[in-house]
């Protein structure tokens, strides 16, 4: 291990940014303007949803000693969105192609699988579509035991739980995948009444384009708006069901081919819930592809996010595992960047909020860091964060978010300027 990181992070210099797939990719993004208004989806997504448009917030110099090397490092707070993730985003970008086709008013069960943040993302958004769609979900055994207090939340929420033999985070293959092939035999069995979202796209490719397009026309756009172009940009993004990955990097890609996109992976074994380790991920046919699109992959032990996340508690930045992972990952490319003697942006996510991990946290924070869980901090930091979600939803909908105005007056510019 080398500070912190295991040595086995891969170096893909990424030279072919003209390659089949991600020009495939980016036409397959893009095909989805002819059946959707983006503009309207964006606007829709947040004055009436409260999904997108969260500000960029940099890391504080405490934390990021290369900063006065001119290497800054920012985040997104993807945990201001509604249903406290950046899976609202790719939630809100499905209902809004299935509300777009009628089916919302003609079924009343929608079926999903996956850790929780897209469940909880796409229960908190059906509230305000359709209150009458009921939510089903399939989760593993053991996230059902050791994530309790996510569950009896969705439950409360009317959210239908249903455990399976699966592991933690679900895959296409059915060692791991039977969490995803019970919910879509959920819709096979009642199609008339019922709708699975696939955001993994096994059995609907479909919907793993949607998910991905979620972060392409809405999160990429508003990180491309934020950092100007004169800035050299570097993006850190963790592999899970890839959306964000794949839409993002794909955008940037686009719009920016010099900018340099970093992958995470976890340790095999490991818990940042959210992540996947290679094992995990090499299961996907579609992994080799999906890894053209960055520079640098890097496997982010537990012990580096754990310790990473609590500095992020330190700064009163509401963080879970993951989030550790994000910023630990920013902070490896930064080191490089200072060897090289190079300046840049880095921009990274903390993907969602500590809010129901506490059991999670209770159980491998002692386990990973050795040090007992502060319940304390954990509730001072989980009341901080639904304060800061509940004021950016409210300004989103009153249309006084400062990012929505700018991006409305930009685009308006730019067709009247055609």
């Known amino acids: 291990m080398v500070n912190g990181f295991v040595p086995h992070a891969i170096a893909q210099t990424m030279s072919k940014i003209n390659s089949n797939y991600l020009s495939k990719t980016i036409g397959s993004l893009q095909s989805l303007k002819n059946r959707f208004e983006i503009s309207q989806y964006r606007l829709w997504s947040g004055k009436e ?21 001119n290497i800054h490092i920012f985040y997104k707070p993807e945990y201001l969105n509604r249903g406290g993730s950046g899976k609202g985003r790719s939630a809100s970008f499905m209902l809004s192609h ?3 086709l009628g089916l919302l008013e003609k079924v009343n069960k929608i079926t999903t699988a996956g850790f929780g943040n897209f469940i909880r993302s796409l229960a908190e958004l059906l509230q305000i579509v359709n209150p009458n769609i009921v939510s089903e979900a399939y989760m593993g055994n ?36 039977k969490a995803i092939a ?20 096994v059995f ?14 809405s999160l990429a756009q508003e990180i491309l708006y934020q950092i100007p172009e004169t800035s050299n940009l570097f993006y850190v993004n963790g592999e899970g069901t890839r959306g964000s990955l794949v839409g993002v990097a794909t955008r940037i890609k686009e719009e920016r081919p010099k900018a340099d996109i970093v992958g995470l992976r976890q340790e095999e074994d490991g818990h940042l819930f959210g992540l996947r380790s290679k094992s995990q991920l090499g299961k996907s046919e579609t992994l080799g592809n999906v890894e053209e699109l960055c520079n640098n992959i890097y496997e982010i032990p537990d012990e580096t996010a754990y310790s990473t996340m609590n500095k992020l508690w330190e700064l009163n930045i509401p963080a879970t595992p993951s989030g550790g992972s994000y910023v630990a990952g920013a902070l490896r490319k930064a080191e490089e960047l200072k060897k090289k003697d ?19 946290l209770d159980i491998w924070m002692p386990k990973i860091l050795g040090k007992k869980f502060d319940y304390d901090t954990f509730e001072t930091l ?34 009247f300027s055609a």
């Not at 009317?158 to 679900?170: A, F, L």
């Open 142 to 177: 053991i996230l059902v035991d050791e994530n309790r207090d996510l569950v009896n939340h969705l439950k409360n929420q009317g959210v239908i739980i249903n455990g399976c033999e699966d592991n933690r985070c679900p895959t296409g293959d059915m060692d791991r995948g």
């Open 342 to 360: 190079m300046e840049g942006t880095i921009v990274t996510l903390i993907f969602d909020s500590i809010e129901y991990y506490k059991n999670i």
């Open 182 to 201: 019970y919910a879509y035999l959920r819709e096979v069995m009642d199609p008339s009444h019922t709708i699975f979202l696939d955001q993994h796209g």
């Open 98 to 100: 299935y509300k777009k």
């Open 49 to 69: 949803l409260g999904v997108g448009y969260t500000p960029l917030r940099e890391i504080p110099k405490d934390m990021n000693p290369y900063a006065k090397n």
């Open 204 to 217: 609907k490719p479909y919907d793993g384009l949607l998910n991905a397009a979620g972060y392409y026309h």
């Open 382 to 415: 989980r009341s901080y964060a639904f304060k800061d979600r509940s004021e950016h939803i409210k300004e989103l909908r009153l249309g006084q978010n400062r990012l929505l105005r700018r991006m409305v007056e930009s685009e308006a510019h730019a067709r």
